[in-house]
């Protein structure tokens, strides 16, 4: 019987031990995609208890909680963190084979030293000696980062979001670049509410008067620059659904101006207009060398009253089940036919769609650059063990894996470093199962080389950073 999550935790081979152990273990991190907030780093406040640190912000363990039958008071109410924390302790037990009960305790064990399982019996002990630990001051968003050897952060903004607190974090003395990514999702969504209002902001920040299509491309344009100016090199999507019609300005300059005096705009025009201001923004990535990354399939707010009561993006969402080979092919194909397909990576909710996704990146590849359209790794609900070997055996059997970029948080919390450790030991514990039975040969220096790639230098190269 193997102990409990020891040094050789997940490696299940004698070459995927020597792959991790040798090769890969204590590598930097490259987190390319993450909602930590600026503002945040840059004030570094410490934290005053693991009640705060796990449970402000994660929805994996909200919604593992909810799971339980946990009053919503002790998960986002006004509970103390201490009553929050036993609350999280007492549930956590039931969680078997659930990649959180994994997390916390890689958690505990890489940052606070305790090896032991949390549960109802060991939940006072741990408060204690965690609680002693933070009382030092010393445990801050930049600690976790610089203690992590994270390289590189880069936060989710809106194009109306300042800047000033990336400023901050540049003329700072920390080691971790921290960088803005270009999320214009609001812009994008014209069939939301309050989308007159949003561009009412964005003329502000752009001091840009929007009254048409060609003003809103232009305030977008300048507000691209300043992130440009400001480290970023990525742009992020929200597309639960593909759109893929195009138009011209004027078909779009008409829903624009329909969309801003809230008239019924119908369900071809929204998706005519958000393909065709995503090809205009393009443009933008293109010339700038920015990635663009697409997460595709998430079925949002699907609890209304849960939304109503706590908010959106409180775990109440979940793998949407839409149609996306033909839509997604032919924006992808739009793009490259004008010239101004960027780099893209493409992630999806639902793992049906793991070989469309795979497969369709490899007919848009290009001379000169690695898989510079790639299958992104497996997100969110899916960055579990059997979700990252699927997302991993799709890659390797239809494109090429040693071009892989590997790991990215996505996530809120700075005790999260921790699934890179965890990606990278399936990782290992894969190529090592290949060479166990004889499909590929033992050849570790090549296997070493390609298990640092996907654990970091490609995530470095591909970035241009």
């Known amino acids: 019987m193997r102990l409990f999550m020891d040094k050789d935790f997940l490696l299940e081979s004698n070459t995927a031990k020597e792959l991790y152990h040798h090769f890969v273990e204590g590598l930097p991190l490259f987190d390319y995609h993450c909602h930590l907030p600026a503002k945040e780093i840059a004030q570094n406040?410490?934290?005053?208890?693991?009640?705060?640190?796990?449970?402000?912000?994660?929805?994996?363990?909200?919604?593992m909680m909810r799971s339980c039958g946990i009053s919503e008071e002790l998960i986002t109410g006004k509970a103390t963190w201490y009553e929050k924390y036993m609350a999280f302790a007492s549930a956590l037990s039931y969680a078997v084979g659930n990649p959180?009960?994994?997390?916390?305790?890689?958690?505990l064990q890489r940052y606070f030293r305790v090896f032991e399982p949390l549960n109802s019996g060991t939940a006072q002990d741990i408060w204690d000696k965690t609680k002693a630990m933070l009382l030092t001051g010393s445990f801050t968003p930049r600690y976790f980062m610089e203690s992590s050897k994270v390289d590189t952060v880069c936060t989710t903004d809106d194009p109306v979001d300042s800047l000033d607190y990336h400023r901050i974090i540049a003329?700072?003395?920390?080691?971790?670049?921290?960088v803005p990514t270009w999320r214009p999702d609001k812009a994008l969504k014209l069939d939301?509410?309050?989308?007159?209002?949003?561009?009412?902001?964005?003329?502000?920040?752009?001091?840009?008067?929007?009254?048409?299509?060609?003003?809103?491309?232009?305030?977008?344009?300048?507000?691209?620059?300043?992130?440009?100016e400001a480290g970023c090199f990525a742009s992020?999507?929200?597309?639960?659904?593909?759109?893929?019609?195009?138009?011209?300005?004027?078909?779009?300059?008409?829903?624009?101006?329909?969309?801003?005096?809230?008239?019924?705009?119908?369900a071809k025009e929204i998706s005519i207009f958000k393909a065709t201001l995503l090809c205009r923004m393009c443009e933008g990535y293109y010339k700038r060398n920015w990635v663009m990354e697409l997460h595709v399939g998430c079925n949002r707010s699907v609890n209304e009253l849960g939304v109503r009561r706590i908010g959106r993006s409180s775990g109440f969402d979940s793998p949407g089940d839409y149609e996306i080979a033909e839509p997604l092919g032919a924006l992808l194909n739009q793009l490259n036919l004008r010239g101004i397909l960027p780099k893209t990576i493409l992630f999806c909710m639902n793992p049906k769609d793991n070989w469309v996704l795979a497969s369709l990146a490899t007919t848009f590849q290009?001379?000169?650059?690695?898989?510079?359209?790639?299958?992104?790794?497996?997100?969110?609900?899916q960055d579990h063990i059997p979700g990252m070997m699927a997302q991993m055996e799709a890659l390797a059997n239809t494109g090429v894996f040693g071009h892989f970029v590997g790991m990215l948080t996505d996530s809120r919390f700075y005790l999260s470093y921790t699934r890179f450790e965890y990606f990278r030991r399936v990782l290992c514990n894969y190529l090592g199962s290949l060479v166990e039975c004889g499909q590929y040969p033992e050849d570790m220096n090549m296997l070493g080389e390609v298990a640092r790639n996907i654990s970091y230098f490609n995530a470095k190269r591909y970035f241009n950073t």
Do not use: N
């Not at 959180?100 to 958690?107: A, K, N, Q, R, V």
């Open 45 to 63: 406040r410490p934290f005053d208890s693991i009640g705060e640190l796990w449970l402000a912000h994660d929805h994996y363990k909200w919604r």
């Open 100 to 107: 959180i009960y994994h997390w916390t305790h890689l958690e």
């Open 171 to 178: 003329e700072s003395d920390l080691k971790t670049r921290v």
């Open 192 to 228: 939301e509410s309050g989308y007159p209002e949003y561009i009412s902001r964005l003329s502000d920040v752009s001091k840009i008067r929007i009254v048409d299509f060609t003003t809103l491309t232009q305030a977008l344009e300048k507000r691209m620059a300043a992130f440009d």
């Open 236 to 266: 992020d999507h929200d597309m639960s659904a593909v759109f893929y019609e195009i138009a011209d300005d004027e078909v779009a300059d008409s829903i624009f101006k329909r969309a801003l005096c809230a008239e019924k705009i119908t």
């Open 366 to 381: 290009s001379e000169g650059i690695p898989s510079k359209i790639q299958f992104g790794t497996a997100w969110w609900m």
